[in-house]
Protein backbone atom coordinates (compact mmCIF):
# COMPACT_ATOMS: atom_id res chain seq x y z
CA UNK A 1 0.00 0.00 0.00
CA UNK A 2 2.99 2.42 0.43
CA UNK A 3 3.62 1.88 -3.49
CA UNK A 4 0.12 3.81 -4.16
CA UNK A 5 -0.31 7.27 -4.44
CA UNK A 6 -2.34 9.02 -1.93
CA UNK A 7 -5.46 9.73 -4.30
CA UNK A 8 -5.55 5.78 -5.10
CA UNK A 9 -5.44 5.19 -1.53
CA UNK A 10 -8.25 7.63 -0.90
CA UNK A 11 -10.09 6.11 -3.93
CA UNK A 12 -9.54 2.30 -2.68
CA UNK A 13 -10.75 3.92 1.47
CA UNK A 14 -13.26 5.61 -0.11
CA UNK A 15 -14.86 1.98 -2.42
CA UNK A 16 -14.33 0.31 0.88
CA UNK A 17 -16.51 2.71 2.84
CA UNK A 18 -18.68 2.17 0.43
CA UNK A 19 -19.06 -1.20 0.45
CA UNK A 20 -19.14 -1.36 4.04
CA UNK A 21 -22.17 1.12 3.79
CA UNK A 22 -23.82 -0.79 1.19
CA UNK A 23 -23.27 -4.32 3.03
CA UNK A 24 -24.47 -2.58 6.24
CA UNK A 25 -27.58 -1.47 5.07
CA UNK A 26 -28.55 -4.74 3.06
CA UNK A 27 -28.33 -6.00 6.47
CA UNK A 28 -30.38 -3.53 8.13
CA UNK A 29 -33.03 -3.62 5.23
CA UNK A 30 -33.47 -7.47 5.83
CA UNK A 31 -33.69 -7.27 9.40
CA UNK A 32 -36.46 -4.65 9.33
CA UNK A 33 -38.17 -6.59 6.77
CA UNK A 34 -37.88 -9.58 9.53
CA UNK A 35 -39.08 -7.16 11.39
CA UNK A 36 -42.16 -5.87 9.80
CA UNK A 37 -43.28 -9.42 9.10
CA UNK A 38 -43.56 -10.53 12.70
CA UNK A 39 -45.65 -7.54 13.15
CA UNK A 40 -47.88 -8.69 10.46
CA UNK A 41 -47.76 -12.12 12.52
CA UNK A 42 -48.54 -10.94 15.63
CA UNK A 43 -51.16 -8.87 14.19
CA UNK A 44 -52.89 -11.64 12.48
CA UNK A 45 -52.68 -13.14 16.37
CA UNK A 46 -54.40 -10.12 17.74
CA UNK A 47 -57.05 -11.13 14.87
CA UNK A 48 -57.51 -14.60 15.87
CA UNK A 49 -56.92 -13.66 20.02
CA UNK A 50 -60.27 -11.13 19.07
CA UNK A 51 -62.02 -13.75 17.76
CA UNK A 52 -61.67 -16.20 20.82
CA UNK A 53 -62.52 -13.15 22.82
CA UNK A 54 -65.73 -12.61 21.37
CA UNK A 55 -66.41 -16.70 21.37
CA UNK A 56 -66.03 -16.70 24.99
CA UNK A 57 -68.12 -13.68 25.67
CA UNK A 58 -71.02 -14.62 23.34
CA UNK A 59 -70.83 -18.22 25.32
CA UNK A 60 -70.95 -16.14 28.62
CA UNK A 61 -73.90 -14.47 27.37
CA UNK A 62 -75.97 -17.47 25.92
CA UNK A 63 -74.87 -19.33 28.90
CA UNK A 64 -77.13 -16.28 30.82
CA UNK A 65 -79.49 -16.18 28.73
CA UNK A 66 -80.23 -19.81 28.35
CA UNK A 67 -80.67 -19.92 33.08
CA UNK A 68 -82.39 -16.83 32.79
CA UNK A 69 -84.89 -18.84 30.18
CA UNK A 70 -84.97 -21.97 32.11
CA UNK A 71 -85.91 -19.95 35.08
CA UNK A 72 -88.49 -17.55 33.39
CA UNK A 73 -89.52 -18.61 30.65
CA UNK A 74 -89.28 -15.68 28.46
CA UNK A 75 -89.70 -15.70 24.42
CA UNK A 76 -86.90 -12.61 24.89
CA UNK A 77 -84.32 -14.82 26.69
CA UNK A 78 -84.51 -17.14 23.82
CA UNK A 79 -84.10 -14.63 21.34
CA UNK A 80 -80.80 -13.27 22.90
CA UNK A 81 -79.60 -16.86 23.76
CA UNK A 82 -79.74 -17.59 20.04
CA UNK A 83 -78.36 -14.54 19.05
CA UNK A 84 -75.46 -15.20 21.27
CA UNK A 85 -74.95 -18.46 20.31
CA UNK A 86 -75.32 -17.32 16.50
CA UNK A 87 -71.82 -14.41 17.61
CA UNK A 88 -70.22 -17.42 19.55
CA UNK A 89 -71.05 -19.58 16.31
CA UNK A 90 -69.44 -16.63 13.85
CA UNK A 91 -66.18 -16.25 15.81
CA UNK A 92 -65.47 -19.92 16.12
CA UNK A 93 -65.78 -20.93 12.85
CA UNK A 94 -62.85 -18.13 12.19
CA UNK A 95 -61.30 -19.45 15.14
CA UNK A 96 -61.54 -22.81 13.88
CA UNK A 97 -59.34 -22.15 10.88
CA UNK A 98 -56.31 -21.48 13.50
CA UNK A 99 -57.02 -24.17 16.12
CA UNK A 100 -59.52 -26.55 14.55
CA UNK A 101 -59.26 -29.60 17.85
CA UNK A 102 -59.68 -27.21 20.32
CA UNK A 103 -62.79 -25.25 18.45
CA UNK A 104 -64.11 -29.35 18.09
CA UNK A 105 -63.75 -29.72 21.39
CA UNK A 106 -65.25 -26.33 22.48
CA UNK A 107 -68.45 -27.52 20.54
CA UNK A 108 -68.93 -30.66 22.28
CA UNK A 109 -68.77 -29.39 25.93
CA UNK A 110 -71.43 -26.60 23.80
CA UNK A 111 -73.74 -29.19 22.54
CA UNK A 112 -73.53 -31.01 25.74
CA UNK A 113 -74.27 -27.88 27.55
CA UNK A 114 -76.95 -26.71 25.34
CA UNK A 115 -78.59 -30.07 25.32
CA UNK A 116 -78.66 -30.17 29.13
CA UNK A 117 -79.98 -26.52 29.39
CA UNK A 118 -82.51 -27.03 26.74
CA UNK A 119 -83.86 -29.94 28.25
CA UNK A 120 -83.58 -27.97 32.12
CA UNK A 121 -86.29 -25.50 30.71
CA UNK A 122 -88.19 -27.93 29.13
CA UNK A 123 -88.27 -29.88 32.71
CA UNK A 124 -89.12 -26.21 34.42
CA UNK A 125 -91.80 -26.11 31.94
CA UNK A 126 -93.58 -29.17 32.95
CA UNK A 127 -93.21 -28.01 36.56
CA UNK A 128 -90.24 -30.50 37.57
CA UNK A 129 -87.61 -27.93 39.01
CA UNK A 130 -85.75 -30.51 40.88
CA UNK A 131 -84.76 -32.17 37.52
CA UNK A 132 -84.67 -28.82 36.28
CA UNK A 133 -82.05 -27.97 38.66
CA UNK A 134 -80.30 -31.66 38.39
CA UNK A 135 -80.00 -31.00 34.39
CA UNK A 136 -78.93 -27.27 35.27
CA UNK A 137 -76.01 -28.26 37.84
CA UNK A 138 -74.90 -31.40 34.65
CA UNK A 139 -74.82 -28.07 32.20
CA UNK A 140 -72.95 -26.30 34.27
CA UNK A 141 -70.32 -28.49 34.33
CA UNK A 142 -69.96 -28.53 30.70
CA UNK A 143 -69.74 -24.99 30.77
CA UNK A 144 -67.53 -24.86 33.03
CA UNK A 145 -65.33 -27.06 30.63
CA UNK A 146 -66.60 -25.29 27.44
CA UNK A 147 -65.14 -21.92 29.12
CA UNK A 148 -62.17 -23.17 30.08
CA UNK A 149 -61.21 -24.32 26.73
CA UNK A 150 -61.91 -20.83 25.60
CA UNK A 151 -59.61 -19.44 27.95
CA UNK A 152 -56.88 -21.99 27.06
CA UNK A 153 -57.14 -21.00 23.77
CA UNK A 154 -57.03 -17.47 24.36
CA UNK A 155 -53.78 -18.06 26.62
CA UNK A 156 -52.02 -19.71 23.89
CA UNK A 157 -53.02 -17.21 20.99
CA UNK A 158 -51.73 -14.86 23.43
CA UNK A 159 -48.25 -16.49 24.00
CA UNK A 160 -47.96 -16.75 20.46
CA UNK A 161 -48.09 -12.94 19.99
CA UNK A 162 -45.59 -12.10 22.33
CA UNK A 163 -42.88 -14.95 21.12
Same mark, same amino acid.
Given at each position: ????????????????????????????????ADNA?????????????????? %??? =??? @??????????? $?? +? !?????????????????????????????????????????? %??? =??? @??????????? $?? +? !???????????????????????????
Amino acid at each position: MAQLSIRTRLILLLGALLLFLLASNSYLNHKLADNAAGMVRAADRLDVIEEANG %AQI =AFG @EMRYWLTNLAV $SM +L !ALSERNAATARQQMENDLDGLALHRPRAVAQVRAELGQYEGL %AHK =AVD @EYTNDRRVIGN $SL +L !AQASLHSVAADRLLANIVAQLTQEAFA
